[in-house]
């Protein structure tokens, strides 16, 4: 009982730390987690110990230890999803020469898995681990597009939560118009929906049963997405996509499903 409160006061404090903020000090983790600072403070060492955390000396603040970069790459080694995409990412990569990200289902998110980065200098960037929603971007498109009825009306239903005001029910229905069109195209674009000159080009990748598991995406910056490049980028997307989705056990002979049903 001693050691399984131990643990779980020990992942309260894990939590604590994103990419917005990673580095704490004791004093701001104790009153995270609701916890003395000795208590939080003897948690912290043995942390420490452990390669889990480290502390800066200087600042005396924490941040994630070697042993949690050692595990993210256990991890991520491990996604077969990762493993049988990665052929078809570095092809992309070398045909469009732009980034080339890997995003995988997570509940009602999405979370990029593996990425190649643009060599040109100007470039559109994916942080491995970033956690987004699916109702924005080429990328959660696809996935929102053709996850079940049931889980498409709970996001799209939290998302325009509150009072039916006029704008909402425009951007309601935008949204739902715009999934229609990925359904029926089999492909997402977006351009500048979370970042200003950005455009993304992503298919979804299917499993054995025809489940959404996975999304291929090309990010560019806007002003090399031409129509004539999103046209391209579009299909190429689509082979790599079609390509990992029979890898990943779908049938030849499988239509990718309209999930607007």
């Known amino acids: 009982m001693v050691q399984t409160q131990t643990l779980a006061r020990a992942l309260a404090i894990l939590d604590c730390f994103d990419v917005d903020q990673p580095r704490l ?5 104790a009153r995270q987690v609701r916890m003395s600072r000795s ?3 003897r948690l912290l060492a043995t942390m420490c ?3 889990v955390l480290k502390q800066d000396p200087t600042t005396r603040c924490y941040m994630m230890g070697p042993k949690v970069l050692a595990w993210s790459t256990i991890y991520t080694s491990g996604l077969d999803i990762r493993n049988r995409a990665r052929p078809a990412l570095e092809e992309l990569h070398r045909a469009t020469r732009e980034t080339i990200s890997l995003y995988i289902l997570d509940g009602d ?6 990425r190649i980065d643009s060599q040109e200098s100007l470039r559109m960037t994916t942080r491995v681990g970033d956690r987004l ?3 924005i971007e080429a990328s959660g498109k696809v996935f929102l597009a053709f996850v079940s009825p049931a889980l498409r009306k709970q996001v799209v239903s939290r998302v325009y939560k509150g009072p039916s005001v006029s704008r909402k029910r425009q951007n309601r229905k935008a949204l739902l118009d715009d999934l229609k069109k990925i359904q029926a195209q089999g492909y997402a674009v977006s351009h500048g929906e979370s970042t200003a000159g950005a455009s993304c080009v992503s298919a979804p990748v299917f499993d054995a049963t025809g489940k959404p598991i996975a999304a291929i995406t090309i990010s560019g ?3 090399r997405m031409t129509d004539d490049k999103v046209s391209e980028y579009a299909s190429r997307v689509m082979a790599a996509a079609k390509e990992v989705s029979h890898a990943m056990g ?3 002979s499988f239509k990718i499903p309209s999930r607007g049903e």
């Open 39 to 41: 208590t939080v403070g």
């Open 221 to 223: 910056p806007t002003i």
């Open 49 to 51: 110990s452990a390669g």
């Open 250 to 252: 779908l049938n030849g």
């Open 133 to 135: 929603p699916i109702h």
């Open 109 to 114: 998110e999405r979370i990029c898995v593996d």
């Open 25 to 29: 000090g004791v004093r701001e983790l």
